[in-house]
């Protein structure tokens, strides 16, 4: 699955998560695309009621982070791509990451995360 936290559904970032997307399903992958813009997701209120949820998501804020949780802990592989704002995530894409803490489980057991970032190349 893909995470798609920008405003421009034509924009650079769509374009580039397309070819991303295009190429997972050559590979024969099947790929969603959600988007967090719109959503209106909140920030985590680090109240911590997830800890005490290790089954499920167990993220107590009702919005539109919910259906992404339900589908990130079904997918194989989960993909981000923000815009760059201020050298940084997009405001419509920070929120939803944050909240993806009520995911992380098991920091030293088999829970793994990857993170890569991509840029132009100067010639
Ligand atoms: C609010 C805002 C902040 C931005 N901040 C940066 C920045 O810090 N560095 C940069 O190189 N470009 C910055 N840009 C330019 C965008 O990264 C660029 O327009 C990019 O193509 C936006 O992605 P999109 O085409 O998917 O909408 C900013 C644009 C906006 C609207």
Redesign the pocket.
């Known amino acids: 699955m893909t995470i798609f936290g920008?405003?421009?559904l034509q924009?650079?970032?769509?374009?580039?998560l397309g070819w991303v997307e295009d190429a997972l399903r050559h590979g024969g992958h099947s790929v969603e695309r959600f988007n967090t813009n719109g959503l209106e997701i909140k920030g985590c209120q680090s109240c911590f009621a997830c800890a005490e949820s290790m089954d499920e998501p167990g993220c107590v804020a009702q919005d539109g982070a919910q259906a992404i949780f339900q589908a990130m802990v079904g997918a194989d592989a989960v993909v981000y791509a923000s815009?760059?704002?201020?050298?940084?995530l997009?405001g419509q894409l920070k929120p939803f990451l944050d909240r993806t803490h009520c995911l992380v489980r098991d920091y030293r057991g088999r829970t793994t995360s990857r993170s890569s970032t991509g840029s132009r190349r100067r010639s």
């Open positions: 920008g405003p421009r924009g650079n970032t769509a374009t580039v815009p760059l704002y201020m050298w940084s997009s």
